[in-house]
C-alpha cells in the first residue's frame, strides 16, 4: 500500500515536496523573508482560479503566477538599499502586492463561478487547502521531480547565497553577485510555493516553510546542521500528517502537516 495508490502517490509527492520546502524554508528564515514566503503561497490561489477561470491546467496557472510575482518582487526588491540582510522588497511593498494579488484572486473566482465551473467551489478549496491524496501518480512523479531539480538549483547557489544571507554588501564587495542570487532565490521560491501548494493549500503553505525551518534556526546555529534539521522536521512532519490523515479521515491532511510542523516548532519553545 505504501508503494502504490493514492497513499504511495501522497508519500511520493509529499517526501519530495518537505525536502524542498524544508531546506529552502531555512534560507527564507534567514533572509527575513517569510513575508515573501507567504505572499508567494497565496498568488498560487490567483494563479489557479485564472487558470482555471481560461480553462487552461490548473498547475499552469500556479506555477507562471508564482514564478512571475516572484520576479516582480526581485525587480522592485533590487531598487532597495543593499544592506538589508533580504536584498528585496519590504514589507510594504509586498503587502501592496498580495492585496493586489488576492483581489485579483477574487475577481476570478466570481468569474469562474459565474461562468459555471465553479459552482461547487471545488476547484477554490483543492487549492486553498491543498488535496495531496488526490494526486495521481503521474502527478506525483512531475512533484517529486521539480522538488529534486529544486534542491539541486538550490545547492548550486547555496554557499554564495548563505554568504549574501549574512552580510550582503561584504560579499558585494566580494564579488558575489547578491542581487541575481536574490533574483533566482526568488524565482526557487516560487517554483517550490507552486508545487507544494497542491500538498498543503495555499493558506497552509507558510506553516512548511516557516515552521520546520524556524525550529532548526531556534535548535542550532551552524547553517548545514539546520538545513538538515530543518529538513528532518518538514520530512516529519509531512509522514505524520499523511499517516494522520489517513487514520482520521474527517482529519484533512494538509492541516495535519501544518499541525505537526507548529507542535514541533512550538516543542523548541519548550527545549
Known sequence: ??????????????????????????????????????????????????????????????????????????????????????????????????????????????????????????????????????????????????AVGSVLALAAIGRPLLFASIDAPLAAAGGVPVRALGLAFLVLLGVVAAEATQAVGALLLLGLLAAPAGAAHRLTANPYRGMALAVAIALASMWAGIALGYWIPVLPPGSAVIMVAVLCYALTIVI
Open 1 to 146: 500500500m505504501l508503494f502504490g495508490g493514492f497513499l504511495g502517490n501522497a508519500l511520493l509527492a509529499g517526501s519530495g515536496i518537505a525536502i524542498a520546502c524544508g531546506l529552502i524554508g531555512w534560507f527564507v528564515v534567514l533572509r527575513q523573508q517569510v513575508f515573501a514566503g507567504d505572499a508567494l503561497s497565496h498568488v498560487a490561489f490567483t494563479g489557479a482560479l485564472a487558470a482555471a477561470a481560461a480553462g487552461l491546467d490548473l498547475r499552469l496557472g500556479l506555477f507562471l503566477a508564482t514564478i512571475l510575482v516572484a520576479l516582480l518582487l526581485a525587480i522592485v526588491g533590487g531598487s532597495r538599499r543593499l544592506s538589508s540582510v533580504a536584498a528585496g522588497a519590504d514589507d510594504v511593498t509586498i503587502g501592496v502586492i498580495f492585496a493586489w494579488v488576492l483581489g485579483l484572486g477574487v475577481f476570478f473566482l466570481d468569474l469562474f463561478n459565474t461562468g459555471g465551473g465553479g459552482a461547487d467551489g471545488t476547484i477554490a478549496a483543492r487549492t486553498l487547502f491543498g488535496s495531496i491524496f488526490g494526486l495521481s501518480a503521474g502527478q506525483a512523479q512531475l512533484a517529486a521531480l521539480l
